[in-house]
């Protein structure tokens, strides 16, 4: 019925777009697997139920509150309305202080118990990620 010519270009315009659909699905699935949630100590004690992805969670660092036992740091991080325990092993940035904003990555283990597994540096002590600032503006 179609001459070959008008088959072969059928042919190669469905590959183009089987090609462009399973890229489009290979990128979304990675970018899936690298979204990293970002919560409040009051976000967190609202949660319903604990999942086992990472999450970011941020604040400030209570005062008098900062406890290093060998290579382990422990710490509070408050919203000024809730506070949740963080533990961390490993070195933390030079601007990391009791009172100052602090932004935590790592794996909730219930809702008062934060496992990190990075301490996200500051750029200078005046500054406070987006997300903190916020939910502190919020209060």
């Known amino acids: 019925m179609y001459g070959r010519k008008v088959r072969l270009r059928f042919f190669f315009v469905i590959l183009?777009?089987?090609?462009?659909?399973?890229?489009v699905f290979?990128?979304?699935?990675?970018?899936e697997e690298?979204?990293?949630?970002?919560?409040?100590?009051?976000?967190?004690?609202?949660?319903?139920?604990?999942?086992?992805?990472?999450?970011?969670i941020g604040?400030?660092?209570?005062?008098?509150s900062i406890i290093i036992i060998s290579k382990e740091i422990r710490f509070i991080v408050t919203d000024f309305k809730n506070e949740i325990n963080v533990v961390y092993s490993g070195v933390v940035?030079?601007?990391f202080a009791?009172?100052?904003?602090?932004?935590?990555?790592?794996?909730?283990?219930d809702k008062n118990f934060f496992l990190a597994t990075k301490i996200l540096a500051k750029h200078?002590?005046?500054?406070?990620?987006?997300?903190?600032?916020?939910?502190l503006e919020e209060k």
């Open 16 to 23: 183009i777009l089987i090609t462009l659909a399973l890229s």
């Open 26 to 31: 290979l990128l979304v699935k990675s970018l």
């Open 34 to 56: 690298n979204v990293i949630f970002f919560k409040s100590p009051t976000e967190i004690k609202a949660l319903s139920e604990i999942g086992e992805k990472k999450i970011r």
């Open 59 to 64: 604040g400030m660092v209570k005062k008098e």
């Open 93 to 95: 940035p030079n601007l």
């Open 98 to 109: 009791e009172e100052k904003g602090v932004v935590a990555e790592g794996y909730l283990k």
């Open 124 to 135: 200078d002590e005046n500054y406070m990620p987006p997300e903190v600032k916020a939910a």
